[in-house]
């Protein structure tokens, strides 16, 4: 033992060690579960191959696996193994797309109920802005997508080197036209930003009896679950990834969203992954 190696006195080795001898003694007399190694496995397993999971998402998926596990047992394991998430420290710098009133404003149908019950009736959307190599200005593209608020699934999306209205009017095109059909109308929810405001993108919702919504002026919240997914995918591209070139980065933005879509569980979603539950309601349906 310590002690003995150092033949002083237990007292001082409790206080150097800022220890209290009535939690010396606990632990000397403690028998500390050792938890199987299948389940330590299976945790390690879940999060090589999931890297922005946190202990919440790996509980639901050891059940989506079969294992009848607790999420503090599974929070002890991460944190004896350095398994805890740290993909989601990093600040992230905003994309602002506002040019004034430059077109037609639309009032705030949404009103921050990011909640449906049925798939394609609420969709909402925004432009971010992705650096690849030093993250310099002319090292930047723009990512843009259309979101289920019933699933959160990505719909459509783009990129590209340049914000413009052409870049938001591609994938709005590819969800009208692939959309199924519906006995209710649609509404897409975005900001205030210039593409929105066009003529271009105003006349395709009006003539496919879609309604539009937008957020307050410099009111980010009113758009907050497009943010939020915007910062999941972030975190799993460009904040852990370093893309040396624009293809580089466009490869691993759509791998991204493959995965978001097809395999990365929600918890909210009954540990189902967006594709899996529009799937599912797609039976219900029937």
Same mark, same amino acid.
């Given at each position: *033992?310590?002690?003995?190696?150092?033949?002083?006195? &237990?007292?001082?080795?409790?206080?150097?060690?800022?220890?209290?001898?009535?939690?010396? +003694?606990?632990?000397?007399?403690?028998?500390?579960?050792?938890?199987?190694?299948?389940?330590?496995?299976?945790?390690?397993?879940?999060?090589?191959?999931?890297? /922005?999971?946190?202990?919440?998402?790996?509980?639901?998926? &050891?059940?989506?696996?079969?294992?009848?596990?607790?999420?503090?047992?599974?929070?002890?394991?991460?944190?004896?193994?350095?398994?805890?998430? !740290?993909?989601?420290?990093?600040?992230?710098?905003?994309?602002?797309?506002?040019?004034?009133?430059?077109?037609?404003?639309?009032?705030?149908?949404?009103?921050?109920?990011?909640?449906? @019950?049925?798939?394609?009736?609420?969709?909402?959307? /925004?432009?971010?802005?992705?650096?690849?190599?030093?993250?310099? *200005?002319?090292?930047?593209?723009?990512?843009?997508?259309?979101?289920?608020?019933?699933?959160?699934?990505?719909?459509?999306?783009?990129?590209?080197?340049?914000?413009?209205?052409?870049?938001?009017? %591609?994938?709005? @095109?590819?969800?009208?036209?692939?959309?199924?059909?519906?006995?209710?109308?649609?509404?897409?929810?975005? /900001?205030?930003?210039?593409?929105?405001?066009?003529?271009?993108?105003?006349?395709?919702?009006?003539?496919?009896?879609?309604?539009?919504? *937008?957020?307050?002026?410099?009111?980010?919240?009113?758009?907050? *679950?497009?943010?939020? #997914?915007?910062?999941?995918?972030?975190?799993?591209?460009? +904040?852990?990834?370093?893309?040396?070139?624009?293809?580089?980065? %466009?490869?691993?933005?759509?791998?991204?969203?493959?995965?978001?879509?097809?395999?990365? #569980? %929600? !918890?909210?979603?009954?540990?189902?992954?967006?594709?899996?539950?529009?799937?599912?309601? @797609?039976?219900?349906?029937?």
């Amino acid at each position: *033992m310590l002690r003995q190696e150092l033949k002083c006195k &237990l007292k001082l080795l409790l206080q150097v060690a800022e220890m209290s001898s009535s939690s010396y +003694h606990d632990a000397c007399k403690r028998a500390y579960k050792e938890y199987p190694r299948e389940l330590i496995d299976a945790i390690i397993s879940i999060r090589d191959d999931n890297p /922005d999971y946190g202990y919440r998402r790996v509980t639901q998926e &050891l059940r989506n696996r079969g294992f009848n596990t607790n999420h503090k047992v599974v929070l002890k394991i991460m944190k004896m193994n350095g398994l805890l998430c !740290t993909a989601f420290n990093r600040l992230t710098r905003k994309y602002n797309s506002y040019a004034g009133t430059v077109g037609h404003i639309s009032p705030n149908r949404v009103n921050r109920r990011f909640t449906t @019950d049925r798939p394609y009736q609420k969709v909402l959307t /925004d432009v971010t802005e992705v650096r690849w190599g030093s993250g310099t *200005m002319a090292e930047r593209a723009y990512f843009t997508a259309y979101i289920d608020v019933y699933s959160g699934e990505i719909l459509t999306w783009n990129i590209d080197l340049h914000p413009t209205v052409e870049f938001v009017t %591609k994938p709005l @095109d590819e969800l009208l036209q692939n959309r199924p059909e519906l006995n209710y109308r649609m509404t897409i929810h975005s /900001d205030q930003g210039f593409q929105y405001q066009n003529y271009e993108y105003v006349s395709r919702l009006k003539t496919n009896r879609v309604f539009q919504s *937008m957020s307050r002026k410099a009111t980010c919240l009113d758009n907050a *679950m497009a943010e939020s #997914i915007f910062h999941i995918l972030k975190v799993g591209t460009v +904040h852990n990834n370093h893309y040396q070139s624009y293809d580089e980065l %466009k490869s691993g933005i759509t791998n991204y969203v493959y995965y978001y879509n097809n395999k990365r #569980i %929600k !918890t909210k979603l009954a540990g189902r992954t967006p594709v899996q539950y529009r799937n599912l309601s @797609d039976q219900l349906a029937a």
